[in-house]
């Protein structure tokens, strides 16, 4: 168990319709970051939050958002959904930014999400 | 922005046989990790190293800095090892991955 709790663990939806992948972090992590695994992109990089704030920012779409709440949890938010944005999302947790954190990465199980 | 290749994509080896994954990458570093993707999806970290040599039970992984490239090492393979292992480093810090496409290792009993 990595201590990083992701849910839902599927999703299934329709073109254009909106949803939201929700994580929690593992325990005293403040940094979180969200990846998507396609089968023709492999795994990529979306977005980081650090402590509340976005701290880096990498393939995502502008129909994708997201942020992380007061209680460190983060939500990813995708919208106009289309076929190709079919793919397992993951979250994970690091203890980047915090003193004597070793920064390896912790993943939840992810959300698989069909776009039908 | 760093580009990563995996060698081989694809590994059957029998029980009990050596194994090595290598990745190489192109811009310098200051970590790369190795990541290990169950059948069923998951993914669990295996490494993060900056030099030299970390081990962990059957695992071990190195890195050459200069050479920029790094090696994942499984002794006595085991069918529970059947797994994708992708390394990944950073493009920028460590916020930043850019992954491997990954090496689908199949041991046979």
């Known amino acids: 168990d990595s201590g990083v709790t992701q849910t839902p663990k599927h999703l299934i939806t329709a073109t254009g319709q909106r949803v939201t992948l929700r994580c929690s972090p593992r325990s005293g992590d403040l940094s979180v970051y969200w990846y998507q695994q396609s089968l023709d992109q492999g795994l990529q990089f979306l977005i980081q939050y650090y402590n509340g704030e976005e701290r880096a920012k990498g393939n995502i779409l502008e129909r994708f958002s997201a942020q992380q709440f007061p209680d460190l949890h983060s939500e990813l938010n995708l919208s106009s959904l289309e076929l190709g944005d079919s793919a397992l999302y993951f979250c994970?947790?690091?203890?980047?930014?915090?003193?004597?954190?070793?920064?390896?990465?912790?993943f939840g199980s992810g959300t698989q999400l069909s776009v039908l | 922005k760093n580009e990563v290749e995996q060698s081989p994509q694809n590994l059957t080896a029998q029980e009990g046989e050596f194994i090595t994954i290598n990745c190489s990458y192109s811009?310098?570093?200051?970590?790369l990790h190795w990541l290990q993707q169950h059948p069923g999806g998951g993914i669990v970290s295996l490494f993060m190293?900056?030099?030299g040599k970390k081990k962990h039970g059957r695992l071990i992984a190195t890195i050459n800095i200069q050479e920029k490239h790094s090696s994942l090492h499984i002794t006595a393979s085991h069918p529970r090892d059947s797994a994708v292992y992708i390394c990944?480093?950073?493009?920028?810090?460590?916020?930043?991955?850019?992954f491997g496409t990954g090496t689908r290792l199949t041991i046979i009993p």
């Open positions: 994970a947790s690091s203890s980047w930014g915090r003193a004597g954190g070793n920064e390896k990465l912790f």
């Open positions: 990944a480093v950073p493009n920028f810090g460590n916020e930043k991955l850019t």
């Open positions: 811009v310098g570093i200051s970590a």
């Open positions: 190293l900056s030099s």
